[in-house]
């Protein structure tokens, strides 16, 4: 069974800074997608980045770019730059052939002015 | 155009009373997925549509769950005979299909579920 593990509940970051969100995955397949969601207060998922298993290179989106580390089952993403607005719920999923994502527990964000 | 609407946005039912949860997927989308998210939790699978066609319902919780798409587009999730356990934010969410590639979810807002 497919499994994905984000292992920090909660994390804070001073306005500007820079923070990592960890996340850790568990699959048998070798052609899976991996996606980071953001969901503020409003509910409403967002997706931040994707990242694609085949592809070595670590996907990047202005301010939000991603560690994938393929043999460790490693998917972490960076904040750089952090921002009020980035406050909110992030979600680290997995999606392979079936088609249904797997999700982490999720870990808070708060940002400090 | 337009993303992904749910309707109602809150529900509260009384134990035992029927729910009808509403998904309009982004126009063209082929692909619609149910989701759970109980409080604090990230959001469990519960079925997935490719147009009217139900190719995975593995996550539905009982058989007092029942969600439909008869031509393809809206689809509604069915509650029957609620209880406190289906309290929970119900997420609907739309994809492309594009062969040999996994197409991103894009979800709506949400319903909140409160049974009583």
């Known amino acids: 069974a497919q499994t994905v593990t984000q292992s920090q509940p909660e994390m804070s970051v001073q306005e500007a800074e820079t923070v990592t969100l960890s996340c850790t995955y568990d699959?048998?397949?070798?052609?899976?997608?991996l996606f980071w969601y953001k969901q503020p207060p409003s509910r409403q998922m967002i997706l931040v980045i994707r990242?694609?298993?085949?592809?070595?290179q670590n996907a990047t989106e202005n301010r939000f770019s991603v560690n994938f580390q393929k043999a460790a089952k490693s998917f972490s993403l960076k904040i750089s730059d952090s921002q009020l607005g980035d406050a909110a719920m992030y979600f680290c999923?997995?999606?392979?052939?079936?088609?249904?994502?797997?999700f982490g527990q999720g870990t808070r964000l708060t940002i400090n002015p | 155009g337009a993303g992904v609407s749910q309707s109602p946005r809150y529900k509260v039912a009384k134990r035992g009373q029927d729910v009808a949860l509403r998904c309009d997927p982004i126009?063209?989308?082929?692909?619609l997925f149910w989701y759970q998210q109980a409080l604090g939790q990230g959001p469990e699978f519960l079925t997935y549509?490719?147009?009217?066609?139900?190719?995975?319902k593995s996550g539905l919780p009982s058989d007092r769950f029942f969600a439909e798409r008869p031509e393809g587009s809206v689809s509604t999730l069915k509650i029957q005979r609620t209880q406190q356990e289906d309290s929970a934010v119900y997420l609907c969410?739309?994809?492309?299909?594009?062969?040999?590639?996994?197409?991103?979810?894009?979800f709506g807002p949400g319903t909140r579920l409160l049974v009583l």
């Open positions: 969410a739309s994809s492309l299909v594009r062969w040999g590639s996994q197409e991103t979810q894009y």
């Open positions: 699959t048998s397949e070798s052609d899976y997608y």
């Open positions: 990242q694609e298993a085949y592809k070595q």
């Open positions: 999923a997995c999606l392979q052939g079936a088609q249904k994502l797997v």
């Open positions: 126009s063209g989308h082929v692909s």
């Open positions: 549509f490719q147009n009217e066609a139900q190719l995975d």
